[in-house]
């Protein structure tokens, strides 16, 4: 085996294959996520000038 060759020996193969594998539940979870639950809140932009305030935060005048 020639050096810096460990994916080809079992334990890289093992590292790949549990990599992946993460991968594709982690995409899969976020699917399924996205199906099932309606987001309430749209997305946080933090580059997005505009600052959103809670209505709840704000006091009464």
């Known amino acids: ?3 810096g ?3 080809d020996t079992f334990l890289g ?3 790949q294959t ?3 594998g ?3 539940l ?3 979870w976020e ?3 996205n199906t099932l639950y309606p987001r309430v809140y749209p997305t946080y932009n933090p580059m997005d000038p ?3 305030v809670d209505e709840s935060m704000q006091q009464d005048e």
């Open 1 to 3: 085996m020639e050096e």
């Open 5 to 7: 060759a460990f994916m």
């Open 13 to 15: 193969q093992v590292v």
């Open 18 to 20: 549990v990599t992946l």
């Open 22 to 24: 993460l991968s594709f």
């Open 26 to 28: 982690i995409i899969l």
């Open 31 to 33: 699917i399924y996520l």
């Open 50 to 52: 505009q600052i959103l």
